[in-house]
């Protein structure tokens, strides 16, 4: 079964409790359970919650301008200067195209959005049109394996984390996840006992290969925990490295998730970012005309050239999927949503009850109204294929930026990278006129192209900075100090280290990286912070 | 030392340290803070955050119509009918006088709320503006008594709470409340292996003297834990009896705590629905001038006739107090603080980072607005006035139903109520006209007049239920069958079980209670759900 995900439907997940932790486990029956059966009652007086009149509420109509649909291309023009997508971005310009979003206090049909039922007390499953939109386009966008998949809103991925280690994890359960990994996902699961073990990852993500020595050679005594149960994942735009994982691979992962019965945790919130191969900037131009046809592909056409969710070859319920609103709506939106099977689910919406209760009702009336009534399921597509070519774009431009700044060259790696081209960033003599012959070839940095999100990540090549052992008598790594010269050169970027799931000092003390984001800044902007970047590496290097 | 609040106020808190669990210890300081010394560098490139472009927030601008600061009369006018704070609410009607909000994505002035900060990622401690309005609002109306108490946001006590427990308590500690209280506090705290430890209620909410002689008999072995150091208190608008804490019992309780070495959490949403002395239809009519008059007092008159919070005492800093908007604004804005000493604040923080992040950003910013530009301080403490006000009337209103429906005498208590007043209703032979004289001298139900909140806490005396023993063949206790009848015939009131913090069967077995809110029902209904009370109370003990 090498690609799960185009096997039948399933009806159903299997029985995976025995993955609940002690917490889990005891997450209580809502106390209010006996009461939901009256509730719904028509006509029954409802003096049992402590609710205030909506009276009282001092909201009494909310409106919103928003964006149309079709705000950003999705693709080149067939003539279009490639940094176009600067001028697209209105800021405050009379291009912007918006309509009308009005929420009343009441409205004479209780069902159509209204503040008196958002900004009301409501359950930890959030509005009702807000579920149904989230079904159905769990639905048709991640089409799941199994038929009684459940999703349920959270505040947020970094809350849905929290809240599946919390359901699954024990202190001293291990956890797996990707060498280099989102900072917060260690900083939460941390304190609550857990142990992070990290898996090597190459250019697709986490790497098969490693996984599977790591499991079949667990030994507990020597580890000091058993083997992990649970695994942390971001597969799409992996943070901080930018990789985006194939079919294949999540299949060989996932099949070894069944293997060793491990409960996979995808954090996915840069999906809809899946910028795809970067072509260098004159090749590029030169096949505008057949992107620019590519760009009016269908909705389906679309979802198809993304790669599939874990959801997709899931036929066990194992997968808990973190979606959020924060790339594509607005990270304040503080809203985003679980897909897992039904025993977790129910577990997540207890937590809820005790903890978040509902997510923000301004928030989530305003997304509702947004995507139900202005843009519809259609509409939403559209809006995120015009989100795609953006980052493309931003992608793109940067990396244009490296190959005017260095000596670009792309190279096969080696080890896990075998077989991966690595595009590896040479001094260039003419910005470093002192530098000898020889040390014009002298390799800075390289990187591995991003396919999708919002970041490059950079390695340094260590070896070629002559100040590194001219400074080491303090106690600073070299990646530390390069990243200080940097900022005080103007430029903020974030170091290697805070991404680290491996937080031994001996181990970072020989590395060397850097994230990247190139997601809030103008071309201009880049341009220069590539600049930077560059001059400061060939000082270090000189 | 009888009144500790009045004391001078202290410089800072003491070092509490010892009180944090292994959780809260271990909350990492975030892998972000060395990013943050340059995030503030003027003309910084930042290429660090992985933040979406604000032009790709589908929200360009955000309006809302809000109600003016004097929607409600703060008292009585000179002649006025009982039943018109009804008439008072507009429910779409013309009546309704609102101002305008405003929110652009952009402002000229990047500290003027805009929507590409408020719905950008934020940090833990929530927008400026905000932190600025809550900091004075704590600083004038709560008064702490020590100077560097911090204030910092959280998404509503229910997390506020959760927070609290994950960083003071580890499995196995036992947490002190009110032997009714709020459910979800328990139902948070049980499924982190906490225990729960019920401390005796009277008029005034929790009892110091059965809190003394818990804590100074406490057996370590013969409780399977230690002494307790963590208490779950609501001392105002006491949820569910009602009760509201004087000063005085206050000091006893904080003074103990001092003594016991236990933090305080004051879970206090209801502070500003503190409804005094119930007086009777008949006298409160009469007594109308004079209240129309003190309707007109100031700003401080009104701060200085709520009672003190325990933050006003605590000299030390060992209170951790939650407030909210919900019951202010609106349940839908999740949105509310802590106040406490900046030890717990910062652990507090570091949790937020890795759960629910920051509260919504359209909460906040709609908020912040509101209460900064369009009320101010003091127009929200006219609002609140207002508030205060309206619950009053709606307290009135319903227990003048009361005495209508029922024989109501006021008797003097009890045991732990010896002193107090308390309302015992008895059967109206009217109502059940086969009933023989003797049983209609039986006392149905018995409460004590809430001073503040939404609710109403129902005793009902079980030896007049004469189908009790004709139905005990199931397993249904009585309250049970009552809260079931009660709902078939149309009033859904909280049953008192979900209330207990001692949920030990035998004991609830013997209990009869319900909660009944007055917070979201008009008078006609208020008058109906009476009636059905009574109905029903007359057929059980016919």
């Known amino acids: 079964m090498a690609f799960a995900y185009s096997i039948e439907k399933c009806p159903k997940s299997i029985d995976l409790s025995h993955h609940l932790s002690d917490v889990g486990n005891a997450r209580q029956v809502s106390p209010l359970k006996g009461l939901f059966k009256y509730i719904k009652t028509p006509g029954i007086i409802s003096m ?41 971005l209105f800021r405050g310009s009379e291009k912007v195209q918006t309509d009308r979003i009005t929420i009343p206090k009441y409205t004479a049909n209780p069902e159509d959005p209204n503040l008196a039922v958002a900004l009301q007390y409501g359950t930890a499953t959030g509005l009702v049109p807000l579920q149904k939109f989230i079904q ?46 989102y900072p917060s996902a260690c900083a939460g699961a941390r304190p609550l006992g857990m142990h992070v073990v990290s ?8 790497s098969s290969e490693d996984l599977e020595q790591i499991l079949s050679t667990w030994d507990e005594e020597a580890r000091g925990m058993k083997r992990p149960h649970v695994m942390y994942t971001v597969p799409c735009g992996q943070n901080p490295t930018g990789s985006n994982m194939g079919s294949k691979r999540k299949t060989e992962i996932y099949n070894l998730c069944v293997k060793y019965d491990i409960i996979i945790v995808e954090d996915d919130p840069y999906y809809f970012m899946q910028e795809g191969e970067y072509t260098p900037k004159h090749l590029r131009l030169a096949s505008g005309k057949a992107k620019a046809m590519s760009a009016q592909n269908t909705e389906n056409e679309f979802l198809k050239g993304l790669v599939p969710s874990y959801l997709r070859m899931d036929y066990q319920g194992r997968v808990i999927r973190l979606d959020t609103f924060s790339k594509t709506i607005a990270p304040g939106s503080r809203l985003g949503w679980f897909t897992c099977n039904p025993l977790f689910a129910e577990r997540f919406e207890r937590q809820g009850e005790t903890t978040t209760q509902a997510p923000s009702g301004f928030s989530q009336v305003l997304v509702t109204q947004l995507l139900t009534q202005q843009w519809g399921y259609s509409g939403y597509i559209r809006w995120l294929k015009g989100l795609q070519y953006q980052y493309t774009l931003r992608r793109d431009t940067i990396l244009d930026y490296f190959a005017e700044e260095f000596n670009v060259s792309q190279e096969p790696g080696s080890e896990l990278w075998n077989g991966h081209v690595v595009h590896v960033c040479y001094a260039k003599s003419t910005r470093a006129p002192f530098m000898k012959e020889k040390s014009a070839l002298k390799p800075l940095i390289s990187y591995v192209p991003p396919r999708a999100g919002m970041f490059i990540w950079l390695k340094v090549h260590l070896d070629s900075i002559t100040k590194y052992t001219s400074l080491d008598e303090d106690d600073e790594t070299t990646e530390k100090k ?21 937080t ?19 071309a201009e902007v880049m341009k220069k912070a590539v600049g930077i970047l560059s001059s400061v590496l060939h000082e270090f290097s000189a």
């Open 199 to 206: 898996v090597k990852i190459d250019d697709e993500g986490m």
């Open 136 to 181: 159905e386009f769990v639905t048709k966008v991640y089409q799941p394996a199994y038929s009684d998949f459940t999703t349920i809103v959270h505040v947020g991925n970094t809350d849905g984390w929290s809240r599946a280690v919390m359901t699954l994890c024990n202190p001293g359960d291990g956890i797996l996840t990707e060498e280099w990994t």
């Open 48 to 88: 049992a919650g402590g609710v205030p009149d909506p009276a009282y509420f001092p909201f009494e109509t909310l409106y919103a301008d928003t964006l149309i649909k079709d705000s950003f291309r999705p693709g080149p023009a067939e003539s279009q200067s490639p940094l176009s997508w600067f001028w697209n």
């Open 504 to 522: 031994e000092e001996e181990a970072l003390s020989n590395e060397g990286h850097f994230r990247i984001s190139f997601s809030n800044v103008e």
């Open 482 to 502: 390069i990243w200080v010269a940097l900022a005080e050169r103007g430029l903020l970027i974030s170091p290697g280290w805070i991404f680290a799931a491996n």
